[in-house]
């Protein structure tokens, strides 16, 4: 499809110079996609110049319009406006695409690029972290406007792809986001009906309008390259205030193209050197030099440098007037903004002298923080009765209340992980976010999304073990704790009892660039550690429990969670028998392994024979431990003591793994 432009206006001048920025970088680098920035300039061109509020010379000022590319193989589209638009993205990193050490990664990257809210690129992950980034906006807004002072007050963009779309991910947000009303987010559809194996029709016929229209969205279809019909769409969707806005933008993929334009050659693949040659042509874009901006178009975009200084400094001021009036809200939003939270809270940790569940100490922690904290909010997938991962003093956040601090996403494990990281990347607000442990499976992307993107999510998982008993092999995770403790930068947190619990939670709440999964019991364990909460020593990652007598162990019992109280029972058997025996607790291996290496040596030194003990597969405890007691296998339906008992989860078998040991020993 062979297309011939004369390019007169400005219009055409800017929408070409990113598609010329595009082409030449991913030519350069021989690798990318240039198809997307080729079809969907017009559309990107028309957002960043006509509504999109940002400052190019603060990225983070916290009133900007948020933009995501939900589509971020079309990185170049995204890093292409942030050159032109004056951020500190030189021309010399386009040149860089996709190499080494440069600003410009393959996919969008928020601790890389400037003006990159969040990384996109696994597909659906944008589309749905922006109704995180929508619901943040929503509930500050509610918390800190006032009569004349709209404090908080900026919108959500996307440009998201067919691709997107077809991810279910994508759905479960867009359907939480209808229920929801959730207005001030705006969806521009790269609707090019190209797939990387050719045409869309090959496997997605649905009609994407009427979906989203069931869903309860603001739907629009327009021209997608008609700079004015995009105008007209967004400035429509504007003014529906109580509906999440999507328009369908017809394009074409690899516009200009004389022979890969509206093909799928266009999609994932540089042009190659005569086709870029002939693009060029065909659009009016200068041969020489590379990436060639016109004057008028760079001198159009970078006016966006002094008016975002003008909006900032307006901002400023207004926020100096609200200050004024309302001093103690200003004092709190400010903190806010900076990622200073309350921390008062950890005086009214809970202690748990009593037996009990880890996922009922949660419950109580929350309960206990929360008056403490009103910037921390939090949502289950549906099953806030089974985790207790519940603000009892707070009601329901909907579409007639913004208020409450509990959200409900139904059975929606993913997206509540995506929206529960959104809010987290907005700033403001600090999240969690509860479901069963097994169902991490089911939003493990953007778990590792977050612990990626340095995004302290908190993610409460119950009913961590094969313990959840009678609902049978389905629901008891063996291969989870194993799985997660995999993703680097993300702390897995399974504590022995409630006192570890508050530990994890004081953890989390502190925590500032990593992620937490506090993994809790379903079944009631023994209070068994230390009560000191505001000073644990959990928060080590692992510590000696209990000494062996005389101090010199000659066989320690490494536990976790539910199963440190094996090894505390194991050892009384062991002692008995004269064996010095210690018994340490190890809720988290990545805290452990940020410990000193003196520190290490002094709770696990070598020498010294050591049985891990956990509820899940035993793959990766080598690296601790000489002996392992795990479980190996699915689980079994029966009640839990039973199911325990049944893959080995016992007192004996845990003293007959150490006997064993030490008898190889000698």
Known sequence: MGVGVETKSLDDLCINAIRALSIDAVQKANSGHPGLPMGAAPMAYTLWTKYLRHNPANPHWFNRDRFILSAGHGAMLQYSLLYLTGYNLPLDQLKLFRQLDSLTPGHPENLTTPGVEMATGPLAQGFSHAVGFTL?????????????????????????????????????????????????????????????????????????????????????????????????????????????????????????????????????????????????????????????????????????????????????????????????????????????????????????????????????????????????????????ESTFALNTSSGEFDWEDRTPRNFYFGVREHAMVAAVNGMTLHGGVQMYGGTFFVFSDYCRPSIRLAAFMQCPSILIFTHDSVGVGEDGPTHQPVEHLTALRAIPNLNVFRPADGNETSAGWKVALQSRHTPTCLVLTRQDVPSLTPSNVQNHAAEKGAYVLSEATGGSPKLILIGTGSEVQLCVAAREKLEAEGIPTAVVSMPSWFLFEHQTPEYKASVLPKGVKKVSVEAGITLAWPRYSDAQVGIDRFGTSAPSKQALAAVGMTVDHVYETAKTLLAEGS
Not at 168 to 174: D, F, I, K
Not at 236 to 245: G, R
Not at 304 to 325: I, M
């Open 136 to 384: 943040a906006e929503i509930w500050l807004r509610t918390k800190f406007n006032k009569p004349g002072h709209d404090i908080v007050d900026h919108h959500t963009y996307v440009i998201c792809s067919d691709g997107d779309l077809m991810e279910g991910l994508s759905n479960e947000a867009a359907s939480i986001t209808g229920h929801l009303h959730l207005g001030r987010l705006t969806v521009l559809y790269d609707d090019n009906e190209i797939s990387l194996d050719g045409p869309t029709s090959l496997s997605f016929t649905e009609d994407v309008a009427g979906r989203f229209e069931a869903l309860g969205w603001h739907v629009q279809k327009v021209n997608g390259m008609d700079v004015a019909a995009v105008d007209a769409a967004i400035r429509e969707a504007h003014h529906v205030t109580d509906k999440p806005s999507i328009i369908c933008c017809k394009t074409i993929i690899g516009f200009g193209s004389p022979n890969k334009a509206g093909t799928s050659a266009s999609h994932g693949s540089p042009l190659g050197a005569a086709e870029v040659k002939l693009t060029k042509e065909a659009l009016g874009i200068p041969l020489e030099p590379d990436f060639y901006v016109a004057p008028e178009a760079m001198e159009k975009y970078r006016s966006a440098v002094d008016h975002g200084k003008d909006l900032e400094t307006k901002w400023n001021e207004a926020f100096a007037k609200y200050e004024e009036a309302y001093p103690e809200l200003a004092s709190q939003l400010k903190d806010a903004i900076a990622g200073k939270f309350p921390t008062d809270w950890v005086e009214h940790l809970p202690t748990f002298p009593e037996a009990g569940s880890t996922r009922k100490a949660g419950r109580a922690i929350i309960n206990a923080v929360a008056p403490h904290h009103d910037l921390l909010i939090g949502g289950n997938a549906d099953l806030s």
